[in-house]
């Protein structure tokens, strides 16, 4: 049965850091890649940060210089580092495990900036 875990949301102040963690299992982590994504209420969801199998990172240029995608692949978990964290990250955020056609979603984990 393949399940994804996030974690680590919650409240944080502006200028605040979190690092969110979905731990995997049912399925072979390492073989897969992990993207993070968000979705605040009223929008759609978008892309966060992406590593492959392999652990090369990508990021939307939005996304770019306040959030780092990583991998432990002998904790089947993926991380994302938010640091300098802004009102307008409010959102619900996911990952999803990716290998060609197949994708598999968490539940999400709700971050909230606000003072």
């Known amino acids: 049965q393949v399940q994804l875990a996030e974690s680590g949301g919650g409240l944080v102040q502006p200028g605040g850091s979190l690092r969110l963690s979905c731990t995997a299992s049912?399925?072979?982590?390492?073989?897969?890649?992990m993207n993070w994504y968000r979705q605040a209420a009223g929008k759609e969801r978008e892309l966060v940060a992406s590593?492959?199998?392999?652990?090369?990172?990508w990021y939307p240029d939005s996304m770019k210089g306040r959030f780092t995608i990583s991998r432990d692949n002998a904790k089947n978990t993926v991380y994302l580092q938010m640091n300098s964290l802004k009102p307008e990250d409010t959102a619900v955020y996911y990952c999803?495990?990716?290998?060609?056609?197949?994708?598999?979603w968490g539940q999400g984990t709700q971050v909230t900036v606000s003072s």
């Open positions: 999803k495990a990716i290998y060609g056609r197949y994708g598999y």
């Open positions: 049912g399925f072979t982590f390492s073989t897969y890649a």
């Open positions: 590593i492959s199998s392999g652990g090369i990172t």
